[in-house]
């Protein structure tokens, strides 16, 4: 009887995921803040985690909706609507998906989280994945080779990089990468390395272009349903909220930077060729004239969010550059 009866009280977390089981967020990120949850709650709230086939743009409205208590997603999957979030996507950032990660949910929460762009969602973690680089079925010596090719572009600043490299863009969920690739309907993708071993890349393109800090960082927002936490006990909600904000960002970018790792040694595995582009070569030299004025660019189409961009910018950049991880007791 009383084991049933702890049963009975036990509240059950619901997270829906998308992306490969091998993917950093679902073999780690995700299992590792379930295991954070229960024994901070002292096994009071248990996570399930189930994962969806449907296009990761819908998870934003699936957990305001209820139908997941919890979810994470690519904002760029939604154009025009976390147009924020963007701030730690652009060009130079030059810092890894840790740091980076850490910057995105200060500023976020301190500067831009007035905007209400994640009305009817509480957020509970903000995070990039590395460098965005460039996979492609064909060489390329130089970014001009990309104009009117068919790249995937998932979003968020990727499409202003697409758009100023000419390429002819073709929008997609990650997990169908694999799939246009081997069947040639896109001749590339802008991703993070990583993918060369998740996604399989490594099978379906011959050559990675490695940028001196990447192109871009992409952002990703993890979220939670407010009803779900006011049906909580309010200490099991600060317990929940413990470990989350800052501690779940800071781990899943470091998860993510972890799994670029696995991506380099997965790619020399298969005999990909990798150029690793040099600070001050040609193509280094193409990249930041082709991205000139994208930080201007963006702090004008956020003029109508009541922010101060420029500042948040500044101090973003800040943070990320001179980020130090906690050493680990």
Sequence with gaps: MLASGSVLAETVLRVGTWLPPTNAQNAVV?????????????????????????????????????????????????????????????????????????????????????????????????????????????????????????????????????ERMEVTPVGAPAPKVY??????????????????????????????????????MGAFSIFINPDFMDSLSEQDRAAILSVSGEKLSAMAGRAWDAGDQEGYAAAEAAGVTINRVQPGSPMAVEFEKLTAGMDQQWIDSVKDRGVDAAAALAELREIARNYQAPVAK
């Design 30 to 162: 995700w299992p590792t803040w379930a295991k954070w949850v229960e024994e901070a709650t002292e096994g009071r709230v248990k996570v399930t985690i189930e994962n969806t086939s449907g296009h990761p743009k819908t998870l934003f409205q699936a957990v305001e909706d209820g139908v997941y208590d919890a979810s994470f997603s690519f904002n760029g999957y939604v154009p025009g609507q976390f147009t924020l979030p963007q701030i730690v996507e652009l060009p130079g950032l030059g810092a890894g998906a840790e740091a980076s990660s850490v910057a995105l949910w200060r500023v976020y929460t301190s500067r831009l989280a007035k905007a209400n762009e994640f009305e009817g969602l509480e957020l509970i973690g903000m995070f990039t994945h590395g460098p965005g680089q460039i996979h492609t079925r064909e060489p390329i010596s130089s970014l001009a080779d990309l104009k009117g090719k068919k790249i995937r572009v998932g979003g968020g600043v990727q499409t202003t990089l697409g």
């Design 179 to 216: 799939e246009m690739l081997q069947q040639g309907v896109i001749d590339g993708v802008f991703l993070p390395v990583m993918e060369q071993k998740v996604l399989r890349l490594n099978e379906v393109t011959k050559y990675l272009t490695v940028l001196p800090d990447g192109m871009y």
